[in-house]
């Protein structure tokens, strides 16, 4: 989850710098080193700050009548500073100069639009014309003539990148409300153009852009309040004329109701944009906020209310966000964590979900969805070739829904394929490196091939299956007839392996699960690889749990504790012989039905169904409940050993499920009868038991209070015997 | 076996002093700890965490911090202002460096042990290089206001970072400057009070962590200044804190005597970014937490309390067994009781002074368990102060009662005891023989009529006793092969024959004592030019029916001379020639070396075995005629001990024996005491050990199959001292840990529910 952290101010501005459009500052750039900034007021000004001590470090101007024109950027190789003023006189300065006057001074043939500084590349140098110059060419010959490039057209935004080794500039520009991109690789020397998509009655308002595997996404906020998504791809060579960038909506910037009039935004990581602007809710005044959204789930993560107001200007440098808030620039820290739906939602419990890999996409899950989308890309991707290919060359994090289209567009293509074929398809599919929405191709991989079965009733791909569940993290709504199938294959192993994985087994399938296990002879489960990990511990082979100390020695033994472990054991012992003593099932049958007592259940729900449950396995199942009951009994520590083995409440809550659901007939029932006098006889026997050493308690508790009141005597002579 | 009729003491008003600082040696197995008193312990991981050392306290010694450096050179500051370096080989502080800059509250050694930074009460910290034979000042670093309470180097040693009040510095150690100053209230609105950073630790990563009186544990990035990270603890203040050597986990330690750890730990399952969380809380002591240290495998802390509570982590602990149990210790691993068995006195041991107690006695005989109406109550006779700062080594009791004796650091004091009837009067014998001091432990001879000073340099030194108040130095043993280490344990047998001695290098030394008892020659003969062999009593005695009073020999190879003794002060004397003279060795043997630090010893009276007791708990019987093991103890290392008694946690810290019955051996630790008979089977791992309780429940004849060697009682905790008295009559020593808590100041108050 997004969170915004303390703000603090940097520092006051001037009467310029104000509130308003218009006002503000002319820029902020990071600084020479981390933790530092540059700020260039819209005056004669510039001043570098360090962030985290609110304090600034040095402070340059141009004389009186000049005014600095473009924002003042480090060179982070020279650890210069390089400034404009005038639109066409350009300064460079060291840290150690005072008087802008008297430094590094070159005056150029052309107006300056920005200077982009760049981590490893150095300086490059924008031009209103659109002539793009690193520094170091400019600087050989400032008089050098610069082309104009975009004629008539206004440049509104630009940004650089470093792509590999060369600098990569984009720019847009707008002429009688066209947009256009340009984006120039310098060392190549090669300038694309591009027409953004037109958009009725909207425009772009603001841009940010972000390079990934030389793909550009640009990110334009639009008046109508959305976010759009453009991506221009740096691998193309075919010189076309103009092509027209098509854009997608990202991000709808309302809430319940409210609309946020967005001025400026940044990216903050794949996930998160954060806006500022004004959230004007209907017939409301509205208010200045700054805003961090998800656009992943399309949600608003956090906002922080600005009531003095702000310059309209956003900048975000090392997890910080800047921006005039009345007449101050304030700092704010912020936390992005990766996102998942349930952080999205607010709900994520870090203990709880450490298996669940991977979140699902649920607009990716349904089947028709899923052809709906397929077919209306198709059609998007017959009008331009192009796409498709720069599509599929596109990296991980930006290609959720073509990625589900191409298994949609597999699935379908496979539809009629033989059935080796199919499969083998399928498990290359699955053996891709994970995707983001893997989870849900996994669903659709089951829900074909479960669809294949219903089709082909002779098709039944056990192994596969059993693969599937046991190494990805499924659940039931992602494959809902899967347990369907194998109810009807009998694919107890399988069941098995679902009731274990599955956390939302409805009752229903548990129930039939259970019907299945009890009806399922014997004979035929021998033949059959079941995990019996479950039982293994405690049928037929006699568990010698002599050695049940758990607790830790400490400063001497505790030899009371010893003694009493041993007096236990030997009532014990006395206590329990006749019954229970046979498992009345198969060791196989018992590690099924211990799967379907782990399972999760409403009492509401199951009751019903098993109601319906044939007497005589009504019968059987409580005998082995009852023997499992017998069993934990034994054991001082009321536990089985064994992985996955059931838990006392488990089966006493089945215990008494079964015997509501089923009182009449097992009163009716001449066969119950022994095994319901027996239990009762039992539980009573372990009422008494537990009532006998309630008893008890208050006479040892009264004992102990005797052991302390004779101690404070300083001397006495006793008499001690050893035997 | 039988009853016994036992004394059971809570008279001694022993209360330990609370522990200070603890300090482990970086990649050694070993733990200092200084307390309140000025003591200074040293606990061996290795040896079941045994306190192997111990220098006893100085009044005007206070430690406020203790150092490893240089390997296993140990140094400690307080507020006197001096640089102290222990020698722990002597048992005693060493040499002093004045810091020069006030009372010293803080101390740390770099990574390598080469430098020692000092904080001081007047804002400095002060730079001392480590050198052989003591340390030399080096520099100062950029001084300023307020006193520096903790300070910590970064573990490459290029910056120090101290804690004040109200804010915390870094200092960069090649310059000397500040580079960073990081106020800690920062964020405490409104309210105007000093937060006290009362300890801190410099991360590898630059991490700074503090704990301070806000009850806070705070991260610091301390490049920026910035806080990272800040956990309220406590509503009180957190006073100490430790880094473990991979500093993936923080134990802090707080006034309430909670102590709490954190760790380092993925925010998520597989996830590489990490967070400090607070993991485990422990409420092991009822007063403040003083000092915490983090060993590879336990979390330790030490309170005002005065324990030492040793808690294993268990994800670190391979097996069950001595590591992984918790340790709680409270009391010291020595003895600090002595008992004169014949006159029924118990002589105590406190910081500075001694206590001399008659015990009562009672005419009435009853049943187990019964309490006995008293004829005579406890008495008690004398209380011996000790002058002088210094606080006492040891101190013994002679088995008749007229003799006390004990030994502070530079001084060694012998007292006449006189009971007149009700009175008793004591007097100090005057010339004491110069010794090699301080002595470690001091024995009487069973009847009484020498004294035994366990001395520095693997030496005992034996005193003779003289009537009526005198005594003068007889001889001196010293291992053959020499030894650096203070011998700290002695045990005399019954007959005067046989002495042991074990020192620091855990290596047990019999000496023959019939052979040395060639006293510095009367009359003409000249006692300059004693050999370093003489003739034994019982070898003259055989020579003649006259005792001999002394003997000498005049030049090697014209034989001994010696006076016989006439009666009525007459002497005779005779010249014996050197073929008669016996071969005359001091040392006789060496106890094959075991690697674990001896815990008690005793010579059986009878068959003069030597009875081992080791810190892991192992049992060794050692015939010293024979020098070798006896059978029975081959017996007890093929079979193994039981399971129980391996893993009990306190070690054995005396062992008698009960003359009447030779196959028994008693022995005793804090929370036991048992009787160990030899002539019955050793339980298996399958028995009870502590079958007392189940016994008395069983008929006389089903008793006889259930019987084992191990007779355990626990029924008087904890337990200081054990002894028998008599055929049947023991005494047993406890110090009720309630009764110390209620000499403590009170605790800091905590709402509980309910109240």
Not at chain 1, 196 to 219: D, G, H, M, R, V
Not at chain 2, 389 to 396: G, K, L, N, T, V
């Amino acid at each position: 989850m997004a969170a915004l952290c303390e703000s603090f101010t940097l520092c006051g501005l001037g009467p310029s710098g104000g509130v308003g459009l218009g006002g503000g500052l002319l820029a902020l750039e990071p600084g020479p080193d981390p933790d530092h900034v540059l700020l260039t007021d819209r005056g004669r000004t510039a001043t570098l700050f360090k962030v985290s001590d609110q304090k600034p470090l040095g402070c340059w101007s141009v004389k009186h009548g000049q005014i600095i024109t473009c924002p003042v950027v480090c060179n982070f190789e020279t650890h210069e500073y390089i400034a404009v003023h005038d639109d066409k006189v350009l300064r460079i300065w060291k840290n150690k100069d005072i008087n802008l006057d008297k430094v590094f001074k070159a005056t150029l043939s052309a107006d300056v639009y920005r200077i982009h500084s760049l981590p490893n590349g150095g300086p490059v140098v924008l031009f209103k014309g659109g002539g793009v110059r690193t520094l170091d060419v400019l600087l050989e010959a400032p008089q050098q003539e610069i082309e104009n490039v975009i004629s008539d057209e206004v440049i509104k935004w630009s940004e650089a990148f470093m792509e590999g080794q060369q600098p990569v500039l984009i720019f847009t520009t707008e002429k009688d409300g066209d947009f256009f991109v340009y984006v120039q690789k310098l060392k190549m020397n090669s300038l694309h153009k591009y027409k953004l998509e037109q958009q009725e009655l909207s425009k772009p308002l603001s841009f940010t852009a972000y390079i990934k595997n030389q793909i550009i996404t640009l990110l334009c906020l639009y008046s109508n309040d959305s976010m759009y998504k453009v991506l221009i791809p740096l691998q193309q060579n075919t010189e076309e004329e103009e092509q027209i960038l098509s854009k997608s909506l990202l991000l709808n910037l309302s809430v319940s109701g409210s609309v946020l009039k967005g001025t400026s935004f940044v990216v903050l990581d794949k996930d998160h944009v954060a806006v500022l602007g004004s959230l004007a809710a209907s017939g409301e005044e509205s208010k200045e906020c700054l805003t961090i959204w998800n656009t992943k789930f399309q949600t608003l993560q956090t906002s922080k209310e600005l009531p003095l107001g702000t310059s309209g200007q956003l900048w975000c440098y090392e997890e910080k966000f800047f921006f005039t808030h009345g007449k101050v620039l304030t700092v704010i820290m912020y936390k992005c964590e990766t996102s998942s739906l349930a952080a999205a939602v607010g709900k994520l419990k870090d203990s709880q979900t450490p298996d669940v890999s991977s979140f699902v996409n649920w607009n990716t899950l349904g089947d028709e969805d899923l052809m709906v989308s397929f077919q209306s890309q198709q059609s998007v991707a017959l009008k331009s070739e192009s796409k498709m290919t720069l599509r599929s060359k596109r990296n991980t994090v930006a290609k959720v829904q073509p990625d589900t289209l191409s298994v949609g567009q597999l699935l379908l293509n496979l539809k009629d394929a033989s059935t080796t074929a199919f499969e083998d398809e399928l498990r290359q599919l699955m053996s891709k490196a994970q995707m983001p929405d893997f989870q849900a191709t996994i669903g659709c991989v089951i829900t074909a091939l479960i669809n294949r079965c219903k089709t082909n009733p002779k098709y039944y791909p056990r192994n596969f299956l059993l693969q599937i569940v046991q190494t990805r993290d499924l659940s039931y709504s992602l494959c809902p007839d899967l347990m369907a199938v194998a109810l009807e294959k009998k694919d107890v192993h399988l069941l098995q392996i679902c009731l274990q994985r599955f956390p939302d087994i409805p009752e229903e399938i548990t129930y039939a699960c259970l019907k299945v296990f009890l009806s399922i002879s014997e004979a035929y489960l021998q033949r059959i690889d079941i995990n019996l990990e479950s039982v293994i511990c405690y049928i037929d082979i006699e568990f010698n749990n002599k050695e049940v100390k758990t607790e830790i020695v400490e400063n001497g033994f505790n030899a009371e504790l010893e003694q009493d472990i041993w007096d236990t054991k030997i009532t014990k012992k006395t206590h329990l012989t006749s019954d229970g003593e046979f498992c009345p099932v198969g060791p196989q049958k018992a590690a099924l039905l211990n799967a379907v007592l782990h399972s999760a259940y409403s009492e509401t729900f199951l009751l019903p169904h098993l109601k319906n449950l044939p007497a005589q396995q009504a019968v059987l199942f409580l005998r082995y409940l009852y023997y499992l009951y017998v069993k934990c009994s034994e054991k001082i520590n009321t536990t089985l050993p064994g992985i996955r083995s059931p838990t006392i409440n488990q089966i006493m809550d089945w215990m008494c499920l079964l015997l509501d659901a089923q009182f009449t007939v097992m009163v009716m029932l001449p066969d119950a009868k022994e095994l319901l006098s027996n239990l009762h006889k039992f539980v009573r026997a372990q009422v008494r038991f537990y009532s006998e050493l309630n008893k008890i308690e208050g006479s040892l508790r009264e004992l102990q209070r005797l052991n302390h009141q004779k101690d404070p005597q300083t001397y006495s002579i006793e008499v001690l015997e050893l035997i | 076996m039988g009853e016994f009729e036992v004394h059971r003491v809570r008279f001694f008003g022993l209360v330990p002093a609370g522990v200070r600082c603890l300090a482990c040696q970086p990649r050694g197995g070993r733990l200092a700890l200084a307390r309140t008193d000025g003591a200074v312990e040293v606990y061996n991981f290795a040896a079941n965490y045994f306190q192997e050392k111990v220098i006893p306290g100085h009044e005007t010694r206070s430690v406020e911090a203790l150092c490893w450096a240089a390997g296993d050179r140990l140094f400690g500051a307080g507020l006197s202002g001096d640089i102290t370096e222990y020698d722990l080989a002597l048992l005693c502080a060493a040499r002093s460096v004045d810091g020069c800059g006030g009372p010293i509250w803080s101390m740390a050694a770099n990574s390598s042990g080469t430098l020692l930074a000092i904080g001081c009460e007047d804002g400095s910290v002060k730079l001392f290089q480590v050198v052989p034979g003591g340390i030399q000042f080096e520099r100062n670093l950029d001084r300023r206001k307020g006193r520096i309470l903790c300070l910590s180097w970064h573990p490459s040693d290029t910056h120090i970072a101290a804690g004040s009040i109200d804010f915390l510095r870094v200092f960069d150690v090649c310059s000397g400057q500040t580079v960073q100053r990081i106020m800690v209230n920062y964020h405490v609105l409104k309210v105007r009070r000093e937060c006290i950073v009362w300890s801190i630790a410099f991360l590898s990563n630059g991490t700074i962590v503090t704990s301070d009186s806000f009850g806070r544990v705070q991260f610091w990035d301390w490049q920026r200044g910035t806080l990272m990270e800040s956990h309220t603890v406590s509503t009180s203040a957190v006073l100490s804190l430790a880094v473990s050597e991979e500093e993936d986990s923080i134990v802090v330690g707080t006034s309430t005597g909670a102590t709490y750890q954190f760790q380092l730990l993925p925010v998520k399952m597989g996830s590489l970014e990490k967070r400090w969380v607070r993991t485990k809380p422990f409420q092991h002591h009822t007063h403040d937490v003083r000092a915490v240290a983090h060993s590879s495998t336990a979390l330790i802390s030490g309170g005002l309390d005065a324990q030492l509570v040793i808690r294993p982590l268990m994800e670190k602990v391979q097996k069950k067994g001595y590591d992984a149990a918790l340790r709680k210790f409270t009391f010291p691993h020595r003895r600090l009781v002595s008992c004169a068995r014949k006159a029924r006195l118990l002589l105590f041991q406190f910081s500075q002074h001694l206590e001399l107690w008659r015990l009562g006695s009672t005419d009435e005989t009853g049943k187990d368990g019964e309490v006995l109406p008293l004829c005579r109550m406890p008495e008690h006779l004398v209380q011996l102060k000790s002058k002088g700062p210094e606080h006492i080594y040891c101190s013994c009791v002679s088995p008749c009662g007229s003799w006390i004796a004990y030994s502070t650091a530079s001084r060694f004091h012998l007292y006449r005891v006189q009971y007149e009837g009700d009175g008793v009067s004591i007097k100090k014998v005057p010339k004491v023989p110069k010794l090699l001091l301080p002595a470690y432990q001091l024995q009487f001879s069973s009847d009484s009529g020498s004294l035994f000073v366990a001395s520095a340099r693997g030496s005992v030194h034996v005193l003779q006793l003289l009537e009526p108040g005198g005594c003068k130095h007889l001889h001196t043993f010293r291992p053959p092969s020499g030894s650096s280490e203070a011998v700290y344990l002695l045990a005399s047998s019954a007959d005067g024959h046989w002495l042991a001695a074990v020192g620091g290098d855990w290596a047990i030394h019999i000496y023959d004592m019939k052979c040395f008892k060639v006293g510095a020659g009367a009359g003409g003969m000249t006692p300059t030019s004693l050999p370093p062999w003489g003739a034994g009593c019982q070898w003259v005695q055989r020579i003649g029916p006259l005792p001999v009073s002394h003997c000498c020999i005049p030049r090697a190879g014209l034989g001994m001379g010696l006076w016989e003794e006439m009666g009525g002060g007459h002497r005779w004397p005779r010249l014996l020639p050197s073929a008669c003279c016996p071969p005359a060795l001091q040392h006789h043997s060496t106890v094959p070396m075991y690697n674990c630090a001896v815990t008690a010893l005793a010579i059986h009276p009878i068959t003069n075995n030597l009875v081992i007791a080791y810190s892991d708990q192992q049992l060794f019987e050692f015939s010293i005629p024979e020098k070798q093991y006896t059978a029975w103890s081959r017996m007890v290392q093929n079979c193994g001990l039981h399971r129980v008694w391996l893993e009990r946690d306190s070690p054995i810290t005396h062992i008698t024996f009960n003359p009447k019955n030779p196959s028994h051996i008693l022995l005793h630790d804090t929370y036991m005491f048992c009787v160990l008979d030899k002539s019955l089977p050793l339980p298996d791992n399958s028995a009870l050990l502590m079958n007392q309780s189940t016994l008395k429940q069983l008929p006389e004849t089903a008793r006889q199959r259930q019987l084992h060697a191990f007779k355990i009682c626990k029924k008087f905790q904890p337990l200081l001292y054990a002894d028998l008295l008599d055929e049947n009559c023991l005494v047993m020593v406890e110090r009720p840990i309630m009764d110390i808590k209620t000499q403590l100041p009170l605790p800091i108050q905590q709402k509980k529910f309910g109240t």
